[in-house]
């Protein structure tokens, strides 16, 4: 026994007392029942000998407080802080709440949500992995009850907002929701007050709907693989007949998929395949992009095409993109057309994309987003009343798909810098991104220069629409060919909002 060592790890029964002050019910405690414990999916991280998946304890809260209990449990770093995961058991390997593998079942209440932290049993786990010859170990609810007293005033509520934790739920099927700093929440409305400017004066105000940004972007960050789907043909005359608007957006996007270390490709019409392999050929070769982006077409030809690009074998158990985005993409108005701002019907210029998203919505974990300026953008069909109460013609040209998220801004290309941004600032946040890694492994420091590059910049965005113009694609609203966006020159306008929403982001974080 002398040549024993002992390991003594913090228990979440130490914060009960900070949950129960913060006016949070504990369950199990209300039922006079050991705590419930799961073994997840979630793998720890290796050392040695030792390597387990995580164990986890679960607590049902009432929707309403499940931003108190973050915040209540996240300075409590020694005994496990913060919720690892806020949501449906299945999204980390849990089958069946009512079976723990270690503790009791407790009952949740109507409007409950699980919420897990990871638990001292992982370490039984890691311990079993290695297999030793002799070890000792407690029974799990069954704990070492110290000496060293816990701070049992009512503590001072934290008013710092880099430590203020906020919670929001990303999706309901499965039911998922995040966390992120207060001062990154702030951030992110900040560039959705900014992209929401109107320069054309053409009344977009009235589709906005708050906090789009920020859980679209909170449900990207989350994502493993990302669609992107971008074009809108308005100059039917022209070829090509694309517009400014939307592949800048795009790009701009995907450069920052790439850099988290996500899976993006871009689907488009059949068509312009050619053309947008092409630009973004000449998008790495300028450094705008770091490598190809995959391109791909979709022909809705059989009964099962969207189920088959959508999911590997066409098994919805088993999607093959976790988010579409679409970006200045033509939406199908409820006649089945396809129109311009001009109320021009532009469908024999549009491949079926609006399939994907319209399946998607049927399919448990792949989320949307549709990012539009005027209405009739695929996506913007979540706003489609508004769209045919106040914009031009919103009668016949507004979109009637819509998308789990839409977010509207003066230039769509906006809204994509706007994500792109979003996600920069919530990857730096300590606190989403401890909640990404499910607090397993370090901080991610040594990243975030490489994702500070992949931010859009006025001079990547300039040779950008430069490559564009290069092939022949147009301003959307004045059909100029030239340095121009939906008639706005690039510089001033479209400049000055790129360095501003760069301002926002790369702003320091204000201590309270």
Same mark, same amino acid.
């Given at each position: 026994?002398?040549?024993?060592?002992?390991?003594?790890?913090?228990?979440?029964?130490?914060?009960?007392?900070?949950?129960?002050?913060?006016? =949070?019910?504990?369950?199990?405690?209300?039922?006079?029942?050991?705590?419930?414990?799961?073994?997840?999916?979630?793998?720890?991280? &290796?050392?040695?000998?030792?390597?387990?998946?995580?164990?986890?304890?679960?607590?049902?809260?009432?929707?309403?407080?499940?931003?108190? =209990?973050?915040?209540?449990?996240?300075?409590?770093?020694?005994?496990?802080?913060?919720?690892?995961?806020?949501?449906?058991?299945?999204?980390?390997?849990?089958?069946?709440?009512?079976?723990?593998?270690?503790?009791?079942?407790?009952?949740?209440?109507?409007?409950?949500?699980?919420?897990?932290?990871?638990?001292?049993?992982?370490?039984?786990? #890691?311990?079993?992995?290695?297999?030793?010859?002799?070890?000792?170990?407690?029974?799990?609810?069954?704990?070492?009850?110290?000496?060293?007293?816990?701070?049992?005033?009512?503590?001072?509520?934290?008013?710092?907002?880099? &430590?203020?934790?906020?919670?929001?739920?990303?999706?309901?099927?499965?039911?998922?929701?995040?966390?992120?700093?207060?001062?990154?929440?702030?951030?992110?409305?900040?560039?959705?007050?900014?992209?929401?400017?109107?320069?054309?004066?053409?009344?977009?105000?009235?589709?906005?709907?708050?906090?789009?940004?920020?859980?679209?972007?909170?449900?990207?960050?989350? #994502?493993?693989?990302?669609?992107?789907?971008?074009?809108?043909?308005?100059?039917?005359?022209?070829?090509?007949?694309?517009?400014?608007?939307?592949?800048?957006?795009?790009?701009?996007?995907?450069?920052?998929?790439?850099?988290?270390?996500?899976?993006?490709?871009?689907?488009?019409?059949?068509?312009?395949?050619?053309?947008?392999?092409?630009?973004?050929?000449?998008?790495? &070769?300028?450094?705008?992009?770091?490598?190809?982006?995959?391109?791909?077409?979709?022909?809705?030809?059989?009964?099962?095409?969207?189920?088959?690009?959508?999911?590997?074998?066409?098994?919805?158990?088993?999607?093959?993109?976790?988010?579409?985005?679409?970006? &200045?993409? #033509?939406?199908?108005?409820?006649?089945?057309?396809?129109?311009?701002?001009?109320?021009?019907?532009?469908?024999?210029?549009?491949?079926?994309?609006?399939?994907?998203?319209?399946?998607?919505?049927?399919?448990?974990?792949?989320?949307?987003?549709?990012?539009?300026?005027?209405?009739?953008?695929?996506?913007?069909?979540?706003?489609?009343?508004?769209?045919?109460?106040?914009?031009?013609?919103?009668?016949?040209?507004?979109?009637?798909?819509?998308?789990?998220?839409?977010?509207?801004?003066?230039?769509?290309?906006?809204?994509?810098?706007?994500?792109?941004?979003?996600?920069?600032?919530?990857?730096?946040?300590?606190?989403?991104?401890?909640?990404?890694?499910? #607090?397993?492994?370090?901080?991610?420091?040594?990243?975030?220069?490489?994702?500070?590059?992949?931010?859009?910049?006025?001079?990547?965005?300039?040779?950008?629409?430069?490559?564009?113009?290069?092939?022949?694609?147009?301003?959307?609203?004045?059909?100029?060919?030239?340095?121009?966006?939906?008639?706005?020159?690039?510089?001033?306008?479209?400049?000055?909002?790129?360095?501003?929403?760069?301002?926002?982001?790369?702003?320091?974080?204000?201590?309270?």
């Amino acid at each position: 026994m002398e040549d024993m060592t002992t390991f003594y790890l913090g228990c979440s029964f130490a914060f009960e007392q900070a949950i129960l002050k913060a006016g =949070v019910p504990i369950r199990n405690v209300e039922q006079k029942r050991n705590v419930s414990m799961y073994k997840t999916s979630v793998p720890c991280r &290796e050392v040695g000998r030792f390597q387990c998946n995580m164990v986890v304890s679960m607590t049902p809260v009432p929707e309403r407080k499940l931003d108190a =209990v973050a915040q209540a449990t996240h300075p409590a770093r020694d005994v496990h802080g913060a919720p690892v995961h806020i949501g449906h058991p299945g999204l980390i390997g849990i089958q069946d709440l009512s079976r723990p593998d270690y503790g009791d079942p407790v009952q949740p209440h109507q409007g409950d949500v699980p919420v897990f932290w990871a638990c001292g049993v992982t370490g039984v786990e #890691a311990v079993q992995s290695c297999k030793p010859p002799l070890a000792f170990t407690y029974s799990p609810g069954r704990m070492f009850i110290t000496d060293c007293k816990r701070n049992e005033s009512s503590p001072v509520p934290n008013t710092d907002p880099a &430590e203020t934790v906020q919670t929001f739920c990303i999706s309901q099927n499965p039911l998922h929701y995040s966390v992120a700093s207060a001062a990154a929440v702030q951030k992110i409305r900040a560039l959705e007050c900014h992209i929401g400017a109107d320069p054309g004066d053409r009344g977009i105000k009235a589709l906005f709907i708050q906090d789009e940004l920020l859980k679209a972007s909170l449900c990207m960050s989350h #994502a493993a693989s990302v669609l992107i789907t971008t074009g809108f043909p308005t100059h039917f005359n022209q070829d090509p007949p694309e517009e400014t608007d939307g592949p800048p957006g795009a790009i701009a996007m995907a450069a920052m998929l790439q850099a988290l270390k996500k899976q993006v490709a871009i689907v488009t019409d059949h068509r312009a395949l050619e053309m947008n392999k092409k630009i973004i050929e000449d998008a790495v &070769e300028q450094g705008i992009l770091r490598t190809q982006v995959p391109l791909l077409s979709f022909q809705d030809d059989s009964q099962d095409s969207t189920l088959r690009f959508l999911c590997q074998d066409g098994n919805p158990q088993t999607p093959r993109y976790d988010h579409l985005v679409a970006i &200045e993409r #033509a939406g199908r108005a409820a006649d089945g057309n396809y129109y311009n701002m001009r109320k021009v019907n532009i469908k024999h210029l549009v491949d079926p994309i609006d399939t994907l998203f319209t399946s998607a919505s049927t399919i448990p974990g792949i989320m949307t987003t549709g990012i539009g300026d005027g209405g009739n953008e695929l996506g913007m069909g979540k706003v489609k009343e508004a769209v045919r109460k106040f914009m031009p013609h919103g009668e016949l040209v507004a979109c009637d798909v819509g998308a789990d998220f839409a977010i509207t801004a003066g230039v769509s290309n906006w809204g994509g810098y706007a994500v792109s941004c979003a996600l920069y600032i919530l990857n730096c946040c300590p606190i989403h991104d401890r909640y990404l890694r499910k #607090a397993v492994g370090f901080p991610r420091h040594s990243e975030q220069d490489s994702w500070a590059s992949a931010l859009p910049t006025v001079t990547k965005e300039e040779k950008l629409l430069e490559i564009l113009v290069k092939y022949g694609i147009r301003s959307g609203k004045t059909g100029n060919l030239g340095m121009e966006v939906d008639g706005l020159p690039f510089y001033d306008t479209h400049s000055a909002m790129i360095q501003q929403l760069r301002d926002i982001t790369l702003q320091p974080v204000a201590m309270a």
